[in-house]
T-cell receptor
Framework: DTAVSQTPKYLVTQMGNDKSIKCEQN?????MYWYKQDSKKFLKIMFS???????INETVPNRFSPKSPDKAHLNLHINSLELGDSAVYFC?????????????FGPGTRLLVL | GENVEQHPSTLSVQEGDSAVIKCTYS??????FPWYKQELGKRPQLIID?????GEKKDQRIAVTLNKTAKHFSLHITETQPEDSAVYFC???????????FGAGTRLFVKA
């Protein structure tokens, strides 16, 4: 019954590695997002996708590459991880029919770069 | 660019007291203002929202007010309980748009 799910829940890795986070929603929403929440809890949008197409890229370094194989999935690949990438990454989705107003968040992926 | 300022960053109240969190937005086109609650280690979840054609909305112990002229909106929690302790985020967006701008969050502590 999980509406928005993410894997993995925790990710601990070394600087310079490449890692991926997966997100899936079963709500039938057209729009999906990636947010980064830093240690001060600030929640900042990274990407917005609508029907598998990139709509918004909020000046995120190109080491971050989202990919949407279909409108129910939005994955995030990060190359050459840096210490500053340590954060909680939240996937979210919203319904077009509701004007994309309410964000339904996944449980988050806690990334720690050592 | 668009910005949402939120105050205070931390708020500590005694159980049973009221708590008020205030936000200001910059984008005049914003017409949807949700509030999210994030408990420790959990995901943010919508608790209440207000649209620009409404000045006030209430749901049990929580209420939101909106002053569109001043670009201010506020969250009011009455009769606070320990389970209200969490981080609260205000946000602003344009209906049909693809971006929600969040405030920096308010960490609310309710002391029993």
């Amino acid at each position: 019954d999980t509406a928005v799910s993410q894997t993995p829940k925790y990710l601990v890795t070394q600087m310079g590695n490449d890692k991926s986070i997966k997100c899936e929603q079963n709500l039938g929403h057209d729009t999906m997002y990636w947010y980064k929440q830093d240690s001060k809890k600030f929640l900042k949008i990274m990407f917005s996708y609508n029907n598998k197409e990139l709509i918004i890229n909020e000046t995120v370094p190109n080491r971050f590459s989202p990919k949407s194989p279909d409108k129910a999935h939005l994955n995030l690949h990060i190359n050459s991880l840096e210490l500053g990438d340590s954060a909680v990454y939240f996937c979210a989705s919203s319904p077009s029919t509701g004007g994309r107003e309410t964000q339904y968040f996944g449980p988050g992926t806690r990334l720690l770069v050592l | 660019g668009e910005n949402v300022e939120q105050h205070p960053s931390t708020l500590s109240v005694q159980e049973g007291d009221s708590a008020v969190i205030k936000c200001t937005y910059s984008d005049s086109a914003s017409n949807y203002f949700p509030w999210y609650k994030q408990e420790l280690g959990k995901r943010p979840q919508l608790i209440i929202d207000i649209r620009s054609n409404v000045g006030e909305k209430k749901d049990q112990r929580i209420a939101v007010t909106l002053n569109k002229t001043a670009k201010h909106f506020s969250l009011h929690i009455t009769e606070t309980q320990p389970e209200d302790s969490a981080v609260y985020f205000c946000a602003a967006s344009v209906t049909g748009g693809f971006k929600t701008i969040f405030g920096a969050g308010t960490r609310l502590f309710v002391k029993a």
